[in-house]
């Protein structure tokens, strides 16, 4: 079922499989995020620790946002981990041993990736009279490249 509001019918199915992939990505980036929060340790570790919490409330919210924007297309939206493991260009770090930097440096390759993941849908959407993706999407660039930019200047 999909809603009668004007968005181009032939591209639902399309916008809204490209809309699972920044959904992966994103709940992937927002696990990872967490157990750094859990993780970090170091001379930095009160500003990492308060800073990854504050990006995982926001990528928990994000997910949300996503997935309900993929119901709007008339799709069902992934959310199972093999599901998203299958879609998404951000992986997990499974390795218990992560330091702090490296840390910030895995975040800010995965904030880039979900940039562009989310840039190379927009010309999708030319002529899909779908502004609610475009908008959503315009909101999650602009977070993301804020992000992977504080993250690089961490970096030095």
């Known amino acids: 079922m999909s809603l009668n509001t004007g968005i181009e019918e032939s591209k639902r199915a399309e916008i809204a499989k490209d809309l699972s992939k920044v959904l992966a990505e994103t709940y992937t980036l ?3 995020t967490h157990k750094y929060h859990w993780n970090v340790t170091g001379p ?3 500003a990492l620790h308060t800073m990854f919490e504050e990006q995982y409330t926001e990528l928990a919210t994000a997910v949300d946002e996503i ?4 119901r709007v297309m008339g799709v ?7 599901e998203f493991s299958k879609l998404s260009e951000v992986s997990e770090d499974s390795s218990v041993d992560t330091d702090a930097m490296t840390m910030v440096a895995n975040l800010l390759k995965d904030h880039e990736q979900i940039v562009r993941t989310s840039k190379s849908i927009l010309p999708k959407l030319e002529g899909a009279n779908d502004e609610g993706t475009n908008g959503l999407l315009g909101a999650r660039i602009e977070l993301h490249e804020k992000t992977a930019w504080m993250l690089k200047s961490m970096l030095g």
């Open 76 to 82: 069902k939206a992934p959310g199972s981990y093999s």
């Open 44 to 46: 930095m570790f009160q």
């Open 67 to 70: 997935a309900e924007r993929i």
């Open 30 to 32: 927002y696990m990872k």
